[in-house]
């Protein structure tokens, strides 16, 4: 009939802060299908959300991937990619991003929530430590920290949805901006890194703070450290590029076994585990 659909069917990945970098490379390679060694099979996600804070200031890569996927596998106007918006430092905000992703689910896919949560989102405040105010200071922990908890929090029923089919590919992902050994490299940057070396322990214990305290025996939270990658806040010199940080990251979450222990909860690009 004119103006029917089919629903978008598969698992349902959902990246926030997917604007640029490591986000939108993640979006990227969520779009192909990514191989289980296990088993010889793979997965192929039916739907990716990519949330910006501003849809207006993507990178246009972002876009293209948007259309391909419009003209090449959507249907009577279906895209695998959804480009949703959602500010990480307002309440407001994350809420109504949790309402619109619900609609969205419940209007254009067959699956009930999310399979997937990638929470990217974040800044590096390169003003020196003792010359910071305590507003950038604050600003800098509300997007680092407290922005991936509330927008978890606010999308935790979702992923819950996914989590009562039992899924072997319920993630809840937190993607790190630094951590203890990552100080040299920033100093060889020449970045101050005061502030990020703040936030980081804080956002490292969010996963295991999650997973034991919520009790949500189905949902698989992860903390991924990306290395040191060359985006607008690693630098030019960072060797690891986006798109390599993308390929390896994304199969290596997916394919992690899950663990109840904090040390089954970090992990590097390549799925071995962390020191915390």
Same mark, same amino acid.
């Given at each position: 009939?004119?103006?029917?659909?089919?629903?978008?069917?598969?698992?349902?990945?959902?990246?926030?802060?997917?604007?640029?970098?490591?986000?939108?490379?993640?979006?990227?390679?969520?779009?192909?299908?990514?191989?289980?060694?296990?088993?010889?099979?793979?997965?192929?996600?039916?739907? =990716?959300?990519?949330?910006?804070?501003?849809?207006?200031?993507?990178? *246009? @890569?972002? +876009?293209?991937?948007? $259309? /391909?996927? !419009?003209?090449?596998?959507?249907?009577?106007?279906?895209?695998?990619?959804?480009?949703?918006?959602?500010?990480?430092?307002?309440?407001?905000?994350?809420?109504?991003?949790?309402?619109?992703?619900?609609?969205?689910?419940?209007?254009?896919?067959?699956?009930?929530?999310?399979?997937?949560?990638?929470?990217?989102?974040?800044?590096?405040?390169?003003?020196?430590?003792?010359?910071?105010?305590?507003?950038?200071?604050?600003?800098?922990?509300?997007?680092? =920290?407290?922005?991936?908890?509330?927008?978890?929090?606010?999308?935790? *029923? @979702?992923? +819950?949805?996914?989590? $009562? /089919?039992? !899924?072997?590919?319920?993630?809840?992902?937190?993607?790190?901006?630094?951590?203890?050994?990552?100080?040299?490299?920033?100093?060889?940057?020449?970045?101050?890194?005061?502030?990020?070396?703040?936030?980081?322990?804080?956002?490292?214990?969010?996963?295991?703070?999650?997973?034991?305290?919520?009790?949500?025996?189905?949902?698989?939270?992860?903390?991924?450290?990306?290395?040191?990658?060359?985006?607008?806040?690693?630098?030019?010199?960072?060797?690891?590029?986006?798109?390599?940080?993308?390929?390896?990251?994304?199969?290596?979450?997916?394919?992690?076994?899950?663990?109840?222990?904090?040390?089954?909860?970090?992990?590097?690009?390549?799925?071995?585990?962390?020191?915390?």
């Amino acid at each position: 009939a004119s103006g029917a659909f089919s629903r978008l069917s598969g698992p349902v990945a959902v990246v926030i802060g997917a604007s640029r970098g490591i986000g939108l490379q993640i979006v990227r390679r969520l779009l192909q299908p990514i191989p289980n060694p296990s088993n010889s099979s793979s997965v192929s996600f039916g739907t =990716v959300i990519a949330a910006c804070r501003d849809l207006t200031k993507v990178d *246009p @890569l972002l +876009q293209q991937l948007h $259309s /391909k996927h !419009s003209a090449t596998e959507g249907e009577a106007g279906q895209s695998r990619l959804h480009l949703m918006q959602v500010d990480v430092e307002n309440d407001t905000s994350i809420s109504q991003f949790s309402a619109d992703l619900d609609s969205f689910l419940q209007s254009s896919t067959s699956s009930p929530g999310i399979d997937l949560l990638i929470n990217n989102a974040g800044i590096l405040d390169r003003t020196p430590g003792l010359e910071c105010s305590r507003a950038q200071m604050a600003r800098h922990m509300n997007v680092n =920290v407290s922005g991936p908890l509330v927008c978890t929090q606010a999308l935790l *029923p @979702l992923v +819950q949805k996914s989590s $009562s /089919k039992k !899924s072997t590919w319920v993630r809840c992902v937190f993607v790190c901006l630094c951590e203890c050994d990552f100080i040299f490299v920033l100093q060889i940057c020449g970045i101050d890194y005061s502030l990020t070396h703040t936030s980081a322990p804080d956002l490292h214990h969010t996963p295991v703070f999650m997973s034991l305290q919520l009790e949500v025996p189905d949902v698989h939270f992860l903390q991924v450290h990306p290395g040191w990658v060359s985006t607008d806040m690693g630098g030019s010199k960072a060797p690891i590029k986006p798109d390599e940080c993308a390929d390896r990251l994304v199969p290596s979450v997916l394919n992690h076994p899950k663990g109840d222990k904090a040390e089954n909860m970090f992990i590097d690009l390549d799925g071995f585990a962390r020191k915390w």
